[in-house]
T-cell receptor, first 118, second 112 residues
Framework: GAGVSQSPSNKVTEKGKDVELRCDPI?????LYWYRQSLGQGLEFLIY????????KSGLPSDRFSAERTGGSVSTLTIQRTQQEDSAVYLC????????????????FGPGTRLTVL | GDSVTQMEGPVTLSEEAFLTINCTYT??????LFWYVQYPGEGLQLLLK?????DKGSNKGFEATYRKETTSFHLEKGSVQVSDSAVYFC???????????FGSGTQLTVLP
């Protein structure tokens, strides 16, 4: 079946602009995660959704970052007033049950969106 | 907080050599442990996992055993192939969201 998809695959923007990154999880997966992968920081957790709610936003690096999920499916990560340090690959993952699945739940990753802020 | 310490790379091996990539972790509670692999130009893929102590995860000739007493999850393969060249990430799932905490990644290059 279809895996996790993300769009765009690449985004180049100017400092100060807003960007939106989209994630389509695997059909039927209730949990959705955003991570980012950067040279200096490695792979970092950003936010987690269970259904449409986000019980854990602890990884968002600043209030310029926000995310939403609608219909228990598609999620959008928005970065306002982008800065050069936001340049990274943004990864989305989904899993079948999230917390409800306990230790057996497995996250499946999309190909990522490479964001470059000039 | 939770953390994963992974063997620094890069690692370069000849085909058919034995591979070990060390991984140790710090976590509260009982995390699940994972190895993910990222092939050139591709996304992260789950390689194997173990969800409790003494479990052995295995896939594609790779193995790792969840060792609670040494808080380790070392990745091994008896005979590597050129096609195994990739970046390997050790990770644990714990915390309120069971979010993944990753190690820094180990670049493996296998030469023919």
């Amino acid at each position: 079946g279809a895996g996790v998809s993300q769009s765009p695959s690449n985004k180049v923007t100017e400092k100060g602009k807003d960007v939106e990154l989209r994630c389509d999880p695997i059909s039927g997966h209730t949990a959705l995660y955003w991570y980012r992968q950067s040279l200096g920081q490695g792979l970092e957790f950003l936010i987690y959704f269970q259904g449409n709610s986000a019980p854990d936003k602890s990884g968002l690096p600043s209030d310029r970052f926000s995310a939403e999920r609608t219909g228990g499916s598609v999620s959008t990560l928005t970065i306002q007033r982008t800065q050069q340090e936001d340049s990274a690959v943004y990864l989305c993952a989904s899993s079948l049950a999230g917390l409800a699945g306990g230790s057996t739940d497995t996250q499946y990753f999309g190909p990522g969106t490479r964001l470059t802020v000039l | 907080g939770d953390s994963v310490t992974q063997m620094e790379g890069p690692v370069t091996l000849s085909e058919e050599a034995f591979l070990t990539i060390n991984c140790t972790y710090t976590a509260t509670g009982y995390p699940s442990l994972f190895w993910y692999v990222q092939y050139p130009g591709e996304g992260l893929q789950l390689l194997l996992k173990a969800t409790k102590a003494d479990d052995k995860g295995s896939n594609k000739g790779f193995e790792a055993t969840y060792r609670k007493e040494t808080t380790s999850f070392h990745l091994e393969k008896g005979s590597v192939q050129v096609s195994d060249s990739a970046v390997y990430f050790c990770a644990l799932a714990a915390g309120s969201a069971r979010q993944l905490t990753f190690g820094s990644g180990t670049q493996l290059t296998v030469l023919p």
